[in-house]
């Protein structure tokens, strides 16, 4: 008759993209004559964030502010080819291609830029608050807006450009299973303390504390926003969710959120998150994706932690009270492990 | 806030950036607040009629008749479709990219083989009118026999799901049923293993459940196109899918989305558009097809589920010396997806670890149940539970802290993996010290000063030549077998007398052999 | 099918309608009013995604009948903003990223509204009680609870 509390960990890695490649995104990027650019894509905004990372992406490549910038998507007549949103694709390739699109919209912006101050295109930098100046001689400026009207109106330029990002299909070996699955992963390792409740079988969420390493947070708080919410949907797996719950037996599956369970903002906990970032070398400055990677390493914390809490191992999902019970029974009674 | 160390793998980067790594509000923020960010349902047509279609209330059944006559007259009744109405009423979803074999229908015509499978959609002028219309078609069902677990659709003898792979398994590579991955010798790693441990997981099929349902609406534009609103995750997989069934060119299409009410791989599949589409086409006017939420909950695509069972060899040390995996992916009924996600699931395999022997057969089954798809961490997440559970396992075999067991078998820089590509850009160890240190979960010394970019001790793989059949080895009678009975250490405080030993965990049935069956398959090179 | 009609106050302003017997409080504001702000999540009253006010009191507005609500006044999201400011709550659901795909998003605005309009300094148990009718399958509802309590620390709020 007790609430016995255990700490368990999982460590794991995620591959980055389509499994074996090939799966392509393209955008375009162009600017109107008053210096403010559009970014056209296919790619869905599920929640994730698509449309703001690579609001931020492009931003930073060309060398204007963000505000500056306008993502707009999707569109099957006016966006250029995407695979999808899946897969943790979606910084990666969809953020690779709109940087290529990018640079080539910024290439000829500092053309313009150069013929209309007169200099080298190479002794031109931007200041990412919409001016172009010479290095080191701030004062020899024009602002992004009367570039693109010289480059509209004057010059006969467009600057706008175009990217597609492809790593390349990879065959796989029948009998040995050869292959190249990802250019990039991203890394986990979660630490879940739990509270089980040895007399109903109820595991209740004490806290968590992960680190992450994602490539580079391209916007922390966004990041933070997958990582929270998706740590969130690893306890919906491992507690709660089945639509079968006699599973292989179809029977009795639910049929709205009263029989479909989920944990509610009562049920969750403190969640504890620290960003590590190794760049990938073919990541948009570096970045994966945390999309999916955040999920799962919390279903197995779970499962060691409510081992370390009354030592029983459940191997099923989702750990539902009456498994818990039924375990801690057939064992005789709960047997809290060494505290971790 | 979460935190951010930027101080590890600093040498590697520039952080040297403007509008990188600020916490930008979102693009589409105010839009959310406003509630003014446009869905797909968010259109309001002129004229817009309902879809909806009837499901089979059988898992498995021939269709011998249909008969609609008091369904067509009906109040509110404008079209019924059947497939034979669908141009192209055979598809799976990969086939866009040379994969698989076309093996399900948008509307199910002489059998059904799944609850829930569509056969007939009625499009009328409301949604109420369109169910009254559903109640009144009467089909004519001959039961068959059902097959629900993936290890029974494996055996001889068991009904056929899936004309198309008449076996109830993908066909990979033209012949195997199975996706293999063997890199060194198991056997000989078992053989030298101190101790082995071996297990079953199983992970439910999950329900995507985002907020908003699966959608769209489809109807006749200018110049002979159709504008689709759609809630798909994909929108040129779905445009280019419709453009198959319908058996149009692909530019008479007009997709729009990109703003969607979460989707976490369940709105890939498709499933509203082509009806939508081709009921548009037939009426002449708009036409929206919503998924409910008991329909969707009960008979559109969940994450699959998956059992899997793992083989583990591990010295007294704590390195593992071999592991070997069964992976079975219960499909459903059709393919959809998750012949790529077996093959994802190998690639992944044996998880972050340095292990010299890895040994898998992966599965994608088929079974009478709703068919399975994509969702968050598809491939992955189950047998990262399965994983992890059984790392967890292995630790308390050998005595070892969990997090030191994860750092001995960490993979690093330049280890190679069992699918035969050298690891790069690896940071396991680095996030289990920061995890360990953020829950003050304490680790030895030498464990915190590891590191994923030098060299550690112990065996580092490289690339075997290949092993075509597994060496048996006659072990020798001293060798130390242990079965996960073992009771636990005690407590440092006891709080309660021990209570009796547990009995022993029921040992998994060994896995059955089988041989390699000859099938035509697609899986050659990818068209471009 | 004979409609009926029907008047209410809409956001403040007076509507009338005609409403076919059955019609849901919910399809009569996004297909007759024209108010797409609350949204049809599930049509079973599980998820709260139709969320708006009768009379300051949030119900479920997909299993309401559109025929019940005659004379009353009617609240949703599409009325919180009623000029060139957000509404607290609004501009604290920004400031603490409480958002991902948005489609709960309304639901819960008139869920915290309704906390609000009745108790100005929530706990955090209180809003977690408020909200907890609304489901988020995104945020996991930690940026949520703590945009609502946010709110309620803002000095200036409009009657």
């Known amino acids: 008759m007790a609430k016995l509390r255990g700490r368990g960990m999982s460590s794991m890695n995620y591959p980055i993209g389509m499994n074996l490649g090939g799966d392509p995104s393209q955008a375009l990027v162009h600017s109107n004559p008053s210096g403010k650019f559009t970014v056209s894509l296919s790619s869905i905004d599920l929640g994730q964030g698509m449309k703001s990372v690579t609001r931020q992406i492009c931003a930073e490549t060309l060398g204007v502010p963000v505000e500056d910038v306008y993502v707009d998507t999707a569109d099957s007549d006016t966006g250029p080819h995407c695979m999808g949103s899946f897969a943790s694709r979606g910084t990666h390739r969809v953020g690779n291609a709109v940087m290529a699109a990018a640079r080539e919209a910024r290439g000829v912006m500092m053309e313009a830029a150069a013929e209309e101050l007169e200099v080298n295109v190479a002794d031109l930098e931007t200041d990412g608050r919409g001016n172009i100046h010479v290095k080191g001689a701030p004062h020899r400026s024009i602002s992004t807006k009367d570039v693109a009207i010289a480059a509209q109106f004057r010059q006969g330029r467009t600057i706008s450009g175009r990217g597609i990002f492809l790593v390349p299909l990879s065959d796989v070996d029948p009998e040995t299973g050869e292959m190249s699955p990802a250019t990039c992963y991203a890394h986990a390792c979660l630490v879940a303390e739990v509270e089980v409740d040895d007399e109903t079988g109820e595991v209740a969420m004490v806290r968590m504390d992960s680190a992450y390493e994602l490539g580079r947070a391209l916007n922390p708080r966004l990041v933070e926003q997958q990582l929270v919410g998706g740590a969130w949907m690893g306890i919906s797996h491992a507690l709660y969710e089945t639509p079968e719950p006699y599973y292989p037996d179809p029977s009795h599956g639910p049929r709205d959120f009263d029989e479909y369970l989920m944990p509610g903002p009562g049920d969750i906990c403190p969640h504890d998150i620290t960003v590590l970032e190794r760049p990938a070398p073919d990541g948009p400055f570096g970045a994966k994706g945390p999309g999916e990677m955040c999920a799962n390493p919390v279903m197995p914390a779970i499962a060691n932690a409510i081992f370390n809490a009354v030592g029983v191992r459940m191997d099923e999902l989702p750990i539902t009270p009456e498994k818990v019970l039924r375990a801690i029974k057939a064992q005789g009674g709960a047997r809290p492990q060494a505290r971790r | ?528 | 099918m004979a409609k009926t009609p029907l008047q209410f106050r809409h956001n403040g302003r007076e509507v009338a309608i005609f409403v076919d017997g059955g019609m849901s409080l919910l399809s009569a504001l996004r297909d007759e009013i024209g108010d797409h702000s609350p949204k049809f999540g599930c049509g079973q009253g599980g998820c709260g995604a139709c969320t708006v006010l009768i009379d300051g009191e949030p119900v479920l507005s997909c299993i309401t009948l559109a025929e019940t609500v005659a004379g009353k006044s009617i609240e949703t999201a599409d009325g919180l903003k009623t000029g060139p400011e957000l509404h607290p709550l609004q501009a604290a659901f920004m400031d603490n990223f409480a958002a991902q795909c948005g489609y709960c998003t309304p639901g819960m605005l008139m869920a915290a509204k309704a906390l609000f309009d009745h108790n100005p300094d929530p706990s955090r148990v209180e809003v977690i009680e408020a909200i907890s009718g609304n489901i988020c399958r995104c945020t996991g509802y930690e940026s949520i609870i703590n945009a609502v309590l946010a709110a309620a620390r803002r000095t200036e709020r409009r009657a």
Request: charged share 25%; proline share 8%; with cysteine.
């Open chain 2, 1 to 528: 806030m979460l935190e951010l160390r930027k101080d590890i793998f600093a040498d590697e980067r520039d952080d040297n950036l403007k509008e990188i790594g600020k916490p930008t509000q979102r693009q589409d923020m105010l839009g959310h607040v406003t509630a003014t960010s446009v869905y797909f349902n968010d259109h309001k047509l002129q004229g817009m009629l309902h879809l909806k279609v009837l499901r089979s209330p059988h898992s498995h059944a021939r269709i011998r008749r249909i008969d609609l006559s008091e369904a067509e007259r009906s109040p509110g009744v404008r079209r019924i479709i059947r497939g034979a109405d669908v141009p192209h009423n055979l598809n799976t979803l990969l086939s866009l990219i040379n994969f698989g074999k076309d093996d399900e229908p948008t509307l199910a015509v002489d059998k059904v083989r799944y609850k829930g499978e569509p056969i007939v959609a009625v499009v009328a002028d409301s949604q109420r009118e369109a169910f009254e219309a559903l109640a009144k078609i009467r089909v004519d069902y001959e039961p068959l026999p059902t097959v629900f677990d993936v290890e029974e659709a494996l055996k001889p003898g068991a009904p056929v799901i899936n004309e198309t792979y008449p076996k109830n398994t993908f066909t990979y590579h033209d012949i195997y049923d199975h996706q293999k991955i063997r890199f060194g010798d198991v056997e000989r790693g078992f053989a030298a293993a101190d101790h082995i441990l071996e297990q079953r997981y199983q992970m439910s099929p999950i329900e995507h459940a985002p907020t908003e349902t699966n959608g769209s609406i489809a109807a006749p534009d200018t110049n002979g196109r159709y504008v689709v609103y759609t809630s798909t995750q994909a929108l040129f997989f779905s445009l280019d899918t419709c453009a198959k069934i319908l058996d149009v060119p692909s530019n008479k299409l007009h997709f729009i989305g990109g703003t969607v009410g979460g989707g976490f791989g369940g709105k890939v599949d498709t499933v509203t558009e082509p009806l939508s589409i081709l009921g548009a086409m037939l009426t002449g006017r708009p036409v929206r097809y919503m998924i409910g939420r008991e329909e969707e909950m009960l008979y559109c695509a969940p994450r699959g589920a998956e059992r899997i069972f793992i083989k583990d060899g591990i010295a007294r040390d704590g390195r593992i010396l071999a592991r070997q995996f069964r992976c079975l992916f219960d499909s459903g009924a059709y393919t959809r997806l998750s012949s790529y996600a077996a093959v994802k699931c190998a690639a992944h395999l044996p998880g972050p670890y340095t292990i010299p022997n890895v040994y898998a057969e992966v599965y994608c089954i088929f079974t009478n149940r709703v068919p399975a798809t994509a969702m968050r961490g598809f491939g992955v997440t189950a047998v990262d539970f399965a994983i992890e559970c059984q790392m967890d396992k292995l630790a308390d075999l050998v005595g070892m802290d969990p997090m030191e067991f994860r750092l001995v078998n960490a993979y690093r820089d330049g280890d190679m993996k069992a699918h035969r590509r050298e690891a790069k850009n690896t940071a396991l160890i680095e996030c289990v010290q920061v995890a360990a240190e953020k829950a003050k979960w304490r680790i030895r010394d030498d464990f915190k000063r590891m590191s994923s970019l030098k060299e550690a001790g112990g065996q580092r793989p490289t690339a075997p030549p290949p092993v075509r059949e597994p060496i048996l080895v006659n072990r020798s009678a001293g060798q130390q077998r242990t079965v996960y009975d073992r009771p636990a250490p005690p407590p440092p405080e006891p709080i309660r007398p021990p209570p009796p030993a547990p009995p022993p965990l029921a040992q998994p049935a060994p896995a059955p052999s089988h041989g390699a069956i000859r099938f035509s398959s697609v899986f050659g090179g990818r068209r471009r």
